[in-house]
């Protein structure tokens, strides 16, 4: 037998595996990558976990985000319907206030005119009767009289006929 370098390397790598099985090395070193891969494991279902709980949560914002678009477009609908029924009862209300005035003012302008056809007559009247007792005082005359009476007269009801026209 011949004992060389080989052989000695041999006996150093059987002592070396030797030793290291005397120590349970691989079953040190199995069980701490046992320990890893379930660490790793768990750290996988808890990604898995948060994954699945921010998927939720992703989930519940769309809905809520959708829900307050859906509030806010109904909350500006009836906005617009309110401010649009306030306008019209507005300018309703603006219409019945002007026909109001309208009517007021035709009623003021009738009386109006009343009160000055009233005046009217009342001042040909005084100026027929100051021109009747002028006449008389001025000339006895019957016929005169009559015929000056007649003319004032007509001249009255012209001018009357004038101002109801």
């Known amino acids: 037998m011949i004992i060389d370098a080989t052989f ?3 006996v150093s790598f ?3 595996v030797g030793v290291l099985i005397y120590f349970k090395i691989p079953q040190k070193t199995n069980t701490s990558l046992a320990k890893k891969i379930d660490e790793i494991k768990k750290e996988l279902e808890e ?6 709980e921010a998927r939720n949560l992703l989930s519940e ?22 401010s649009e029924k306030a306008v019209i009862e507005k300018t309703q209300k603006f219409y019945k206030i002007i026909d109001q005035r ?6 003021k302008i009738n009386q109006m005119k009343e009160n000055a056809l009233k005046d009217i007559k009342n001042a040909s009247i005084k100026i027929a009767i100051e021109a009747t007792e002028n006449l008389i005082r001025n000339s006895i005359d ?24």
């Open 8 to 10: 000695w390397v041999a």
């Open 14 to 16: 059987f002592i070396f």
């Open 47 to 52: 990604a898995e976990k948060l994954k699945n």
């Open 61 to 82: 914002y769309e809905n809520k985000i959708d829900r307050s678009k859906k509030e806010s477009k109904e909350i500006i609908s009836s906005a617009k319907m309110e």
């Open 102 to 107: 309208k009517k007021n003012l035709n009623f």
């Open 142 to 165: 019957k016929n005169k009289l009559e015929t000056f009476y007649n003319k004032s007269l007509d001249q009255t009801k012209s001018s009357l006929k004038k101002i109801k026209s």
